[in-house]
């Protein structure tokens, strides 16, 4: 009862991870490795603690140390999706009104189905219980993911979290994708490459200082919402890089 079968894994294992920020508490750790292999999700990362498990954070993983024993740690969050083609932030925290720039989310079973018969691997990150991501680490997330809970109390346990979403990745998710319908994430390294230079053409143009980090957050968000491919990104990059080379020239003058 309760043993793992010697089934194959899901072929979407390979395309996500998911990725805890200094998690707390030991048993919440082993709690979400157990949920992830439920779904058979098994890429598991561990933002600012070691991967030296406590007994606590075995027990409650049950048989799903094989994930534990994959885990990889990293001292910073960047260092953790150096190798994913899109980051997904998680939070329970909502904005209401028009100004949610911060916080415009999507649902869990929109991601699979967005995502679906395409390479590259994506990235699920949760922030340490209690307080969760910080605005600054939601920043470098490319997209915003929300549970959608009852408002008077929407803050879920970390493993239940996890739990639900990797359910919506394994109930949502199409194996039986028809071949061109896709294409390919883009490369990790030109996702970098587009945060940067969003980063120096906001930073080039003429525009009020306190306008400037929600123009940057906006135009990166717009565009990684489209899943774009790296040949359009290239263009959307010649675009951007132009741009700012022009504002800067500006400056110098």
């Known amino acids: 009862m309760g043993e793992r079968a010697d089934i194959s894994l899901p072929d ?4 996500i991870c998911i990725i805890l920020v200094e998690p707390m508490h030991d048993g919440n750790i ?3 490795a157990r949920s992830m ?28 140390q094989l994930v534990l ?6 001292d910073t969050m ?14 329970g925290k ?3 009104g028009d100004k949610t720039v911060m916080r415009h989310f999507l649902l869990p079973e929109e991601l699979p189905n967005r995502l679906a018969g395409i390479e590259g691997k994506a990235a699920i990150i949760f922030g340490p219980e209690g307080k969760g991501l910080l605005n600054e ?13 009852w408002e008077g109390y929407p803050i879920l346990n970390l493993s239940h979290a996890v739990a639900l979403i990797c359910f919506s990745w394994y109930n949502n998710s ?6 061109g319908s896709g294409g390919r994430l883009l490369d990790p390294n030109l996702r970098k490459t587009l945060r940067e230079e969003a980063t120096r053409l906001v930073a080039a143009m003429p525009t009020k200082e306190h306008k400037r980090e929600g123009i940057e957050e906006t135009l990166v968000r717009v565009i990684m919402r489209g899943l774009p491919k790296d040949d359009e990104i290239h263009r959307i990059l010649g675009i951007i890089s132009e741009a700012a080379n022009a504002f800067e020239e500006k400056r110098r003058q």
């Open 78 to 91: 960047e260092e953790s999706f150096v190798d994913c083609s899109i980051v997904i932030g998680t939070s």
């Open 174 to 179: 199409d194996e039986n994708t028809p071949s």
């Open 69 to 74: 024993e994959k885990a990889k740690s990293f």
């Open 137 to 149: 680490q939601l920043r470098l997330c490319d997209l915003l993911v929300t549970i959608p809970t």
């Open 94 to 96: 909502r904005e209401v």
């Open 12 to 15: 979407f294992n390979d395309n």
């Open 30 to 32: 082993g709690a979400v």
């Open 37 to 64: 292999l439920n779904f058979g999700i098994t890429d598991l990362r561990v933002v600012g603690r070691s991967c030296n498990w406590s007994e606590e954070t075995r027990k409650r993983a049950k048989n799903a």
